[in-house]
């Protein structure tokens, strides 16, 4: 057992254009930064440049691989790994689809289904909650044996997020997802420590202001 406990500073890419015009990405969409996702990311960088990270970890698509880049250049040589089990939750039908009066009805049923505890229900054509969620526990476990004790940057999306911390800080109690906000580049720090993950910062955007 490290005498240590791992601590995880998990945040959301920066701003996308298709953030920006609230046209839906999920796993599909494999959007870049845009100027002002870049100056977010370098804002976090900045903060979190004197943290001894020693690892970093993204999701493969595109807009968390450069946040992951940025923000982890001061602290190179580091180890960089990029993992699918930390993509974005698949939208389905809605990814790349404008926020018209039928995607807003579709999203406000399937997240009201599962504010109700149906977290087995799929977006139509993509994931259900509970699916990403044994994608995310599958990317803590890989991160917690190769790092234990160490502090890891985990790069990733809104909604895996939401379902990665809820499954994390509420012992898999996923109708707590929206009680877990996040903002592009909001940062929460989260230690791991005789199986009991805890939440030290929630969703700080701090370096956002200056």
Known sequence: MPAEPTTLYVTRHGETDYNRDHIMQGSGVDSALNDTGRAQ?????????DEPLDAVYASTLVRARQTAKIVGAPHEPLPYAYLDDLKEISWGVYEGTPP??????????IKTRWRAGDVDAPVEGGESPRQV???ARRAVEVMLDAHAGERILVVTHGRYMRIMLASLLYEGD???MPNVPHANTG????THEQNTFEAQVTNSVCHLAS
């Open 133 to 135: 969620e044994r994608r």
């Open 41 to 49: 990311a370098k804002a976090l960088a900045r903060r979190l440049s």
């Open 100 to 109: 018209t009066d039928e995607r807003i009805a579709a999203m406000k049923a």
């Open 174 to 176: 996923l109708t707590q």
């Open 187 to 190: 940062l929460y720090v989260v």
